[in-house]
């Protein structure tokens, strides 16, 4: 997030084990600690234009699309941009873990 957000605003989405929520990527939010004695799963798939490639960072944006596959279309030969300029995440440390850096988020401190 490049922006501060009106937390307020928050809606609270509730579900059992195996449920599944589409959202928009653009869509800021995050989840509540865990604390059972049970490890949380989560399955991101996320879909993008055959054009729609990530602006290098570093590492980790090498180790993201390892896992990318082209379901549907021909492979680009370009790369598409919109915009004048771009926000770059700045990890200050490293993390295995995405709910540690939404912990990281909620306390308002740069990941």
Sequence with gaps: MTEEMDRSAAIALTGKAGDVIFMSSKTPHASVTNNSESARRTVIAGYRAADAFPVYFGPK???????????????????????????????????????????????????
């Design 61 to 111: 944006t090498h180790e993201a699309e390892l896992m990318v596959r082209q379901v549907q279309g021909v492979p680009a030969e370009n790369a598409r941009f919109e915009g004048d300029k771009i926000a770059i995440p700045q990890y200050l440390e490293e993390s295995a873990s995405l709910y540690k850096l939404q912990e990281q988020t909620v306390r308002n401190e740069p990941i």
